[in-house]
């Protein structure tokens, strides 16, 4: 019974991969090198739920559903399963990761058939799940919210759990009406109740006056919406541009009645149908995709950016991981940043500096960002550094972006001449942002970089300035191959209480923001005279005078 329920609601009937899942087996769950221990998962009978045993004081069932997964990767893919594991393990180990906050899970099966057996039957179920069509996902819906009720587990729902499944639908309904009800009900309703059952129970209890309004007021043709009403609807409480061709598929597509279809008339089933289809939502279905002008300089755009991309946390004591990379990046995130500080064995690590942070390597980082930097996007992806290392180091960061990233690196400016604006977004590579030793005129005329390269900052009006330089040629030292590798930045603002906020801003959309720069990324240089530099929206920096006193 509880196979027939789930193949109906999932869309796979009679299906080898749902019933494997059902059935379920054992499986070795990591947590560190010395953690790993044997556990039992299976798919519950709702179909959206993953039973997995626990050894844990009175948490003995746990459960996470289906909603909750992110993606099912195969491999040594999570962090955890590339530091516990051995490279031997590879094909025998899948990772399910979770959305928002929760940790992995990281599995390791008995063999490797068994291992692709659950990737491949846990990404069907997810994708037929979320490819229901309405009616079976509602029903679905409704069946797991039955199972819910059903606190004690007998297939039935006595009055009060009957009460506790319509506020779990949404219907809030006083005492009086749930025993009306559930008088005209069988005495004892059955959870594992189908089909015309289930409607018949739902549908007084989900009838919606304000439909039966709007319905009526345009089905004009003997109770029925003819294409010209509905063209009528559309344009008026819609706001569409529709035809009557249009309103011929919307007809066809939703209407449950043959024989209103075949005169091409729309049932009140039939408009229910299609407005709980997103098809009838207000967003205008040619926006679903960039509609936009890509075609403008980068700084025109809002860029989705991250802070500390690397922590899963607190910036205090919570942990740093390379999936936080991933995350970020496979939701769109186009610019992420990287604290880098020098590591032991010579490897740059990557935390919040002189906090209680977890430590990643820089290497791993770059290896997360490689591998999904366009999986979402096409757009470029910005490594923003926010650079600590050591000169030593700092070439070991340069030598890891340059051979990971490979051809994905933009390491020259686009173009045969100096550019003189962003380059467009349509450019689908990664950018560095960080900051040049030289101008980038310094690129297209050698000559001028012996003069250039100690102009890290600007022209400082203290009397100690050639000793502040000097400090800072001493840090930077000749590091030009991460200076290289920042061709489109900024250079460093004299005005000190704009400086900080500028190390962690990443970028502006105002189009004026080109008035700053001189060359792609490049601030212009600008003399703090009796002037403050404020942050506005639409505006990075603004030149107010200050009050007079």
């Known amino acids: 019974m509880c196979f027939a329920l ?93 959305k928002g906050r929760k940790k992995n899970l990281d599995l390791i099966a008995s063999s490797e058939e068994e291992a692709k057996q659950w990737v491949t039957s846990l990404h069907k179920l997810i994708s037929n799940m979320n490819n229901l069509s309405q009616p079976r996902e509602g029903r679905a819906w409704i069946f797991n919210c039955l199972r819910k009720a059903d606190k004690n587990s007998d297939d039935k729902l006595s009055q009060k759990e009957l009460k506790d499944f319509l506020r779990m639908i949404n219907i809030d309904l006083d005492d009086e009406y749930a025993e009306i009800l559930f008088q005209v009900m069988p005495s004892q309703l059955w959870v594992c109740c189908l089909g015309a059952e289930i409607e018949h129970f739902y549908d007084p209890a989900d009838h919606r006056e304000e439909v039966d309004v709007i319905y009526g007021e345009y089905a004009k043709t003997a109770g029925y919406m003819s294409a010209d009403n509905l063209v009528e609807f559309l344009m008026t409480e819609q706001r569409e541009r529709a035809t009557l061709a249009d309103a011929h598929k919307l007809i066809e597509k939703y209407e449950v009645d043959e024989k209103a279809k075949e005169k ?7 408009f229910l149908m299609y407005l709980h289809h997103p098809e009838s939502l207000v967003l205008k279905p040619e926006h679903k995709e960039v509609y936009q002008d890509m075609s403008q300089p ?19 004591k919570g942990p740093s991981s390379t999936e936080a990379y991933v995350r970020a990046l496979v939701k769109g995130c186009r610019c992420v940043e990287l604290d880098c500080w020098d590591g032991s064995d010579g490897e740059p690590v990557i935390y919040h500096g002189h906090t209680l942070t977890s430590k990643i390597l820089f290497k791993d980082a770059i ?5 999904y ?23 070991v960061m340069a030598h890891h972006m340059s051979s990971i990233l490979g051809s994905d690196l933009v390491t020259a400016p686009l173009g045969d001449c100096m550019p003189t604006g962003f380059p467009s977004p349509e450019v689908g590579e990664v950018v560095v942002k960080g900051k040049r030793l030289n101008k ?6 050698p000559e001028a970089a012996a003069e250039d390269d100690t102009d890290v900052t600007e022209e400082e009006d203290s009397n100690d300035e050639e000793e502040e330089q000097e400090n800072r ?41 080109c008035n700053l720069f001189t060359s792609t990324f490049s601030v212009q240089k600008r003399r703090s005279s009796n002037c403050e530099r404020a942050v506005g929206h639409g505006d990075l920096l603004q030149e107010r005078p200050l009050p007079r006193l």
């Open 6 to 98: 789930c193949s109906l609601f999932s869309g796979l009937e009679g299906d080898a991969d749902l019933q494997f899942l059902l059935e379920g087996g054992d499986l070795l769950k990591v947590r560190s090198s010395s953690w790993k221990k044997t556990r039992y998962l299976k798919l519950e009978p709702d179909c959206k739920t993953i039973w997995h045993e626990s050894k844990k004081t009175f948490k003995s069932k746990q459960t996470f559903s289906l909603d909750d997964i992110s993606a099912v990767r195969q491999g040594r893919q999570s962090e955890g399963l590339r530091k516990y594991t051995e490279e031997q393990v590879e094909n025998r180990c899948f990772s399910i990761i979770f």
């Open 473 to 513: 040629r001493e840090r930077w030292g000749d590091v030009k191959e991460t200076s290289f590798l920042s061709l489109y930045v900024r250079e460093r603002i004299s005005c000190p209480n704009v400086e900080v906020f500028l190390q962690h801003f990443f970028l502006a959309s105002a189009g004026n923001l």
């Open 264 to 270: 091409k008339l729309l049932s009140k089933d039939g």
């Open 373 to 395: 930097a366009f999986k979402t996007s096409d757009y470029p992806v910005i490594i923003s550094l926010e650079n600590h290392c050591s000169v030593e180091q700092q070439k």
């Open 298 to 316: 980068l700084n025109h755009y809002f860029i989705s950016s991250s802070h500390n991309t690397y922590l899963l946390e607190d910036q205090l």
């Open 367 to 371: 290896k997360a960002i490689k591998d």
């Open 440 to 445: 980038l005129e310094a690129t297209f005329a």
